[in-house]
């Protein structure tokens, strides 16, 4: 089920926050965390019910081996405990995710001909799977403990944040379901989770979904692309990224604060960063927590010598870059961004400094142009892309400009003619957006200093009306592909 849905935004969600405080008001708190985990489990199965006993396994396995590593007898170390789940949840991602993928490439090498198996990835795996692996780590570092089943259900299950994150620790969530404060309505808190959850409903349904079409357009249909189009279809995957990410983080934490359950800050206007590491403090922020505490830091993190210091920045990035995705586009972008992650360390060990205008630009192109790879579903694609946006597959301005510029047809310059016949709407709402990103509040700023009066009503009224308006066609968040 998707929260971009009628049937989420006017069934599922309202049927479940009801019934969840009427059953806590009979001081029946049990079985409210049991209705819980039946309304996220049925919630996962409206997608495909053939991954509900490969959820309920991974959750009873990981349950089991947590409660094993919290005892003080044992059969075994609790270091061996924690390598057999950590090759339970590695070995349950990668025939999921990656034996295809490992098929494909173990074929190209030996020109082998093995068929490939097909594997339909299974929703929200990336995230459960990472989720279990902190709370395995966790619990054997002896920072988090938990001996009631249902409990680990409710952590692991929660629907708001299930599919795409944010990824949260044990120990972060788990105190919220016992508060008995939180098991009361508290109409400040459904006011502002029903604000932030229309905000990134607008954000998925409005914007996000119309940069979608010029991106799918240039990325996939379009055979080449001049100057201003590649830097139109590269920006437009950058803005459709960021908001349909955002916008299911947004509707997210919104969804949960209607129960109560504050959930991790996960975007904080990360194309305004200064530097890559910047950005990644900014951008997808629990899976960059998750990637410096459970093999960063792990590796060696900033320990040791300088070599070995980039060498697992690299290792760190690469893991990252291929968890999105198999293949080798993904493993590429990973590169990309473990590199520019040396030289920013490079760089500030050599105590070196630029102007913040400049230092802005440079990280803004670099994560554009590493997006590409992200977006590419083929080498080619990527390099279609980036051909034209270096201006490689020619240069075409638009006919008014002639009168003005006509000197340079003679380097090859042409006038007209663009594959894409409306090029000047996408570049006027993405300079609008980009403005947006750059100069207003974000999201969690608003959320901060909200306020439950009129002007606020107005405004959830007036995006929730038009995001909801426009649900003419209901579209997946990129992350679920993830």
């Not at 965390?33 to 959750?59: E, G, T």
């Not at 320990?303 to 070995?308: A, D, F, I, Y």
Request: net charge positive; proline share 3%.
């Amino acid at each position: 089920m998707l929260f971009n849905s009628y049937e989420y935004i006017f069934i599922f969600l309202p049927v479940s926050l009801i019934v969840y405080f009427l059953i806590n008001s009979q001081g029946w708190y049990k079985a409210a965390k049991i209705w819980l985990v039946i309304a996220s489990l049925f919630f996962y199965s409206w997608w495909n019910i053939d991954f509900l006993p490969l959820i309920i396994i991974s959750i009873s396995v990981n349950y089991l081996l947590g409660k094993s590593l919290n005892q003080s007898k044992l059969l075994i170390s609790r270091k061996s405990l924690l390598i057999i789940g950590l090759v339970f949840n590695i070995g349950l991602l990668g025939y999921f995710k990656y034996i295809d993928f490992l098929i494909t490439n173990i074929n190209h090498i030996f020109s082998g001909a093995v068929p490939l198996l097909h594997v339909v990835l299974p929703l929200a795996i990336s995230f459960y799977t990472f989720q279990q692996i902190a709370y395995l780590v966790d619990t054997y570092r002896g920072q988090a403990k938990e001996r009631d089943f249902l409990n680990y259900a409710v952590f692991v299950l929660f629907f708001p944040q299930l599919i795409a994150g944010p990824i949260v620790h044990h120990r972060e969530m788990m105190w919220q379901y016992e508060d008995q404060k939180k098991k009361l309505i508290d109409f400040k808190n459904i006011a502002t989770g029903l604000f932030i959850f229309f905000i990134g409903l607008f954000k998925k349904v409005v914007i996000a979904d119309t940069f979608a079409v010029w991106a799918t357009y240039g990325f996939d249909t379009a055979p080449v692309l001049s100057l201003i189009e590649g830097w139109i279809v590269s920006l437009s995957y950058t803005f459709q990224l960021y908001f349909d990410f955002s916008g299911y983080t947004d509707m997210a934490i919104g969804a949960a604060l209607l129960f109560n359950i504050s959930l991790p800050m996960n975007f904080f206007s990360p194309y305004r960063a200064l530097s890559i590491q910047d950005f990644w403090r900014r951008w997808h922020m629990t899976l960059s927590r998750f990637l410096r505490q459970y093999i960063y830091i792990p590796l060696g993190g900033n320990r040791g010598s300088q070599g070995r210091l980039y060498t697992n920045i690299m290792i760190t990035f690469l893991i990252g870059g291929i968890w999105h995705g198999a293949g080798w586009t993904f493993v590429f972008w990973g590169f990309l961004h473990g590199v520019a992650l040396v030289i920013n360390r490079w760089w500030q060990k050599h105590g070196l400094h630029m102007n913040n205008i400049t230092a802005w630009l440079l990280t803004f192109n670099f994560v554009n142009i590493a997006w590409v790879f992200f977006r590419a579903t083929s080498w080619e694609d990527a390099i279609k892309v980036l051909k034209a946006m270096f201006g490689f597959s020619g240069v075409i301005l638009p006919e008014s400009t002639f009168p003005y510029l006509s000197s340079l047809s003679k380097l090859n310059v042409s006038f007209g003619g663009f594959i894409m016949e409306d090029y000047l709407y996408p570049a006027v709402i993405m300079c609008v957006v980009f403005l947006a990103v750059i100069w207003l509040p974000n999201s969690m700023q608003m959320q901060k200093y909200f306020k439950p009066n009129l002007l606020t009503a107005v405004f959830t009224g007036a995006i929730a009306l038009t995001a909801i308006l426009m649900l003419t066609k209901v579209s997946e968040f990129l992350y679920f592909n993830f």
